[in-house]
């Protein structure tokens, strides 16, 4: 079964950046609409940004101007850059993609397992 995984959480101080990252396990034939999502400690998970096949993107309003949200499609990978980060960005950050690993399989919603973000000095 094809996972989503991410990477590139980390400890970084308010104003720093970060790049997170979300490939697949396995190699498949397309990550279609992608968004990344984060949830706080006791709070609900959010949408932080949405990507589309077609590379329209969309943004939460507390990230606009400092998250990116980019894809690589060669490499079936999703990026989100973080820029000028602040302590109420600190939470784990999901990737939710809709993916088709066979040319002719089903489209296939998977949730990664998260990377955690935390911003502090």
């Known amino acids: 079964q094809v996972q989503l995984v991410e990477s590139g959480g980390g400890l970084v101080q308010p104003g720093g950046s970060l790049r997170l990252s979300c490939a697949a396990s396995?190699?498949?034939?397309?990550?279609?609409?992608a968004n990344w999502y984060r949830q706080a400690p006791g709070k609900q998970r959010e949408l932080v940004a949405t990507i589309t096949s077609g590379g329209d993107t969309n943004y939460a309003d507390s990230v606009k101007g400092r998250f990116t949200i980019s894809k690589e499609g060669a490499k079936n990978t999703v990026y989100l850059q973080m820029n000028s980060l602040k302590p109420e960005d600190t939470a784990v950050y999901y990737c939710f993609a809709a993916i088709k690993p066979t040319m002719t399989s089903q489209v296939m919603f998977n949730w990664g397992k998260g990377t955690l973000v935390t911003v502090s000095s």
């Open positions: 396995k190699t498949i034939f397309s990550m279609n609409v």
